[in-house]
C-alpha cells in the first residue's frame, strides 16, 4: 500500500505520508520553529 515509508530498513507507516513529529520521532532529531529561529543572532535577514 503506497505510501509506504522505511525508516532503517523497518515499515514505519503506510497509507499516509509521516508527520514532521514522526519524522521527528524516527530521526532522533528537534524541529525547529520559526520562533525558535528569531532568536539568538537570527534577524529578519536570516542568521548570522
Excluded: F, H
Excluded at 20 to 46: D, F, H, M, Y
Amino acid at each position: 500500500m503506497l505510501p509506504v515509508t522505511l525508516a532503517d530498513g523497518e515499515i514505519v507507516k503506510t497509507k499516509n505520508y509521516p508527520t514532521n513529529e514522526e519524522l521527528s520521532a524516527w530521526l532522533g532529531v528537534e524541529i525547529s520553529t520559526k520562533s525558535q529561529r528569531k532568536s539568538g543572532c537570527c534577524g529578519p535577514k536570516g542568521c548570522c
